[in-house]
């Protein structure tokens, strides 16, 4: 599926191909917090971090689910350590 995220290593937004499968993705329980994370996903060398509100995805490139201990608060500290421009 095409999703538009963001890079914050080239500081745009970009549209790639990426499945969000069982293989590649955690998904974490509902919350009522608008910026709680709402999924993980490897994707090419990097993590896509996906929110529950309607900001884009951040995609950090040299991390994956296996580097952060597949942690929802380890993803949310590098969500915000790599801020939309």
Do not use: C
């Not at 963001?6 to 500081?11: A, I, L, M, R, T």
């Not at 790639?16 to 499968?21: H, K």
């Not at 919350?31 to 090419?44: G, L, Q, R, W």
């Amino acid at each position: 599926m095409q999703t538009a995220l963001y890079n914050p290593q080239k500081s745009r937004l970009e549209t790639v191909q990426i499945e969000f499968t069982e293989a590649n993705t955690t998904w974490f329980a509902e919350s009522e917090d608008y910026h709680e994370i709402s999924s993980i996903t490897d994707f090419d060398d990097g993590l896509v971090i996906r929110e529950r509100g309607n900001d884009y995805p951040v995609w950090i490139y040299g991390v994956s689910r296996a580097s952060i201990g597949y942690s929802k608060s380890r993803a949310l500290e590098l969500r915000k350590s790599h801020p939309q421009g």
